[in-house]
C-alpha cells in the first residue's frame, strides 16, 4: 500500500456498508490518509482539515453554510463525506452496556 491511501482502503467497516450503499453513493474518496499530512490523520482531500476538526464544528452547532462560507475550499459534499466516515467508525466501536 502507498504511503498515501484512501479510506477505502484502510477502512474495514466499508465492507458492512457495501450492502446498504452502493458504492457510487459513497462519498469516501474524498476521505485521505497520508502519513505526512497532519501526522496521518483523516483529512479531506488531503488538505490540512481533519476529519475530526468539521465533526467538531458541527457538533458546536455551526451548520453547513456556516462551515462552508468559514472554509472556501471545502465543498457540501465533502461535509458529508466526513458525517458518512464518522457513521463507519462508531459503527466498530465495541458499545459497553450499564445495566
Do not use: F, K
Not at 28 to 55: E, S
Request: a negative charge; hydrophobic letters at 40%; aromatic letters at 4%.
Amino acid at each position: 500500500m502507498s504511503a498515501i491511501a484512501s479510506i477505502h482502503q484502510l477502512c474495514s467497516p466499508r465492507r458492512a456498508l457495501d450492502d446498504r450503499m452502493s458504492t457510487t453513493d459513497s462519498r469516501l474518496d474524498r476521505i485521505v490518509v497520508n502519513p505526512a499530512v497532519c501526522h496521518g490523520a483523516p483529512t479531506i482531500r488531503g488538505m490540512r482539515l481533519r476529519v475530526q476538526d468539521v465533526l467538531g464544528l458541527l457538533a458546536s452547532g455551526m451548520s453547513y453554510e456556516d462551515i462552508l462560507d468559514d472554509y472556501d475550499e471545502l465543498e457540501r459534499d465533502d461535509i458529508l463525506a466526513v458525517l458518512e466516515y464518522a457513521a463507519l467508525d462508531s459503527s466498530t466501536r465495541l458499545q459497553r452496556v450499564v445495566a
